[in-house]
């Protein structure tokens, strides 16, 4: 994004934040879930919004989702429906790779680590072809391993010669709401770190040469983004104006700028949120 203050990976606040918030396609859906689809088609479309060309879908929840069996279920359903439906046939007699990103060491982190433990993964030579074969690893993260996280994917996907790739990993977002309770898929593919300025080489279909689908889920909120969006909300209120420039220089002296928070009950956002996704993706290809 163009605008220093605003840090997200959730395309539907990017387009909002663009003013283009109307060419989502929002639908409720059972438990208070609402689903929003945006299709960024063209190039320039693209260049506005600041997300790459593709499909995203976004499930925005209640907080109390995570507290009822059903609702959790149904959640999984919908995006188990959602997955299939962006890859597309498939045949089953070629795996299906399964791509867990992120820092496993730092719960905001950990949610691509989390979802490939509790994914279902079948034996590629040995597994009836009645059932999708489906295969997972994690990559780590650069400062671990030494590797870019597209690297260690393309040379995997390169190996196994899978039909599609799903990556997943934990995201930032520009509002509260939405921790820990959102859960994007698109056909985009994904640039791990890049929520939170730490741009890597992107993954996705140019790179590993099959569907890239990426499923995330933002566990973390960049503060200046938080402060900068209460700050203008606020003084909207009062109806005063803002001194941006000012208040730039001051979150920056403070050591804010730079600064990722996220919620006191992280460890049970990433369990839960990863366990939805392992039951959708286990149900789209069982």
Known sequence: MNNCDFVTDMAIEAAEAQGLGELSKCTRLAHGIVQRYLNIKSTELSARIGRERGVYITYDCPREIYGGERALKTLSSYISTAVAGLIGTVRKSTPVLVIGLGNGGVIADALGEKTVEGVEVTKLYSQPISKQRVCAMTTGVLGTTGIQSA???SAVTERVKPCAVILIDSLA????????TSFQISTAGISPGGGVGQDKERIDKSVLGVPAIA???PLMLSMRTALYNFVKEYCALLN???????????MAERGLSNLVVAPKEIDFLVDAASGVIATALNKAFS
Do not use: P, W
């Not at 005063?240 to 001051?250: G, I, K």
């Open 151 to 153: 690297q260690i994917a």
């Open 173 to 180: 977002t520009s509002a509260v709401s939405r921790v820990g």
């Open 215 to 217: 499923i995330g889920v």
């Open 240 to 250: 005063c104006n803002v001194d941006e420039y000012r208040l730039r220089a001051e």
